[in-house]
């Protein structure tokens, strides 16, 4: 499904913020692609906005990393190197780890029964024949952020919104392309462990549930060759008499020399 049909038209005023809440939702939620190109006039045209508050928003998700313009000046979601993926893996590992074992101690119960019906509802999707890959990655993303919450710590809230900001084009890979995980239901047992712990109020054993989901996941995304080999980056070069700066790329290898 292309971005012009997952968005939805605004009306109120603060139109930037507005265009860049949806935007970050949907790179959150895993609904826009590692590498997908976005057009501002077709993004705008969408949202029923002229263009600038759209390209202020984008501006704003430039500046936060979630998007970038490539050397021919094209936005884009960006491609994931696998050493950036391991480093914001091990980031949350920690932090949503952190999360969910506060989570289990200050959950009330009603938000316990709400964290099961999420788990009861992805579980009922990932047993069809054909589950629907947007409904499994939209849940899947409400049940690990209604824990979140339950720990009741708003800045780390915030710095794990931030994390899946960065990872969410890719964090899904598996839901989206029907991997053996799926068949395997392998989430759901990691769900099911975080569910019964979080009852329990076992906080060491729901972070350890969390851990899990996470790593297996992981995993998996590696092992599918969807990441850059390499990591990408730039650097400024003088431009023939003038101040402004050209882009030059580099990779740098896993043994650590960088190439031209």
Do not use: C
Not at 33 to 62: D, F, K, N, W
Not at 96 to 106: K, R, S, V, W
Not at 182 to 189: F, K, P, S, Y
């Amino acid at each position: 499904m292309s971005l012009p049909e997952l968005v939805t038209p605004l009306k109120r005023q603060t139109l930037s913020a507005d265009v860049y809440a949806q935007l970050r939702e949907l790179l959150i939620s895993g609904h826009m692609m590692p590498g997908e190109q976005i057009s501002l006039r077709s993004t705008a045209a969408a949202l029923g906005v002229s263009v600038m508050p759209v390209r202020e928003a984008v501006h704003r998700l430039v500046a936060e990393q979630a998007l970038e313009l490539t050397p021919n000046r094209a936005l884009r979601v960006p491609v994931m190197s696998v050493s950036q993926f391991r480093e914001i893996t091990s980031i949350r590992v920690n932090l949503e780890g952190l999360a969910t074992e506060q989570a289990a101690e200050h959950l009330s119960d009603a938000a316990i029964v709400q964290i099961t019906a999420l788990h009861d509802r992805f579980s009922e999707e990932m047993a069809r024949s054909r589950p629907d890959s947007s409904r499994l990655i939209a849940v899947n993303k409400e049940l690990h952020f209604a824990v979140y919450k339950g720990a009741g710590m708003p800045i780390l809230l915030q710095m794990i919104e931030a994390l899946w900001l960065r990872i969410g084009p890719i964090l899904n890979h598996d839901l989206r392309s029907g991997s053996r995980r799926v068949g395997e239901q392998v989430a759901v047992n990691h769900h099911a462990r975080l569910v019964a712990a979080l009852k329990r109020r076992d906080g060491v054993s729901a972070r350890a549930a969390l851990q899990g989901d996470i790593e297996s996941a992981a995993e998996y995304i590696v092992s599918a060759g969807v990441l850059l080999a390499a990591d990408a980056f730039e650097e400024p070069v003088p431009d023939a008499g003038k101040p402004a700066l050209k882009t030059a790329r580099r990779t740098r290898s896993a043994s650590g020399r960088q190439t031209a």
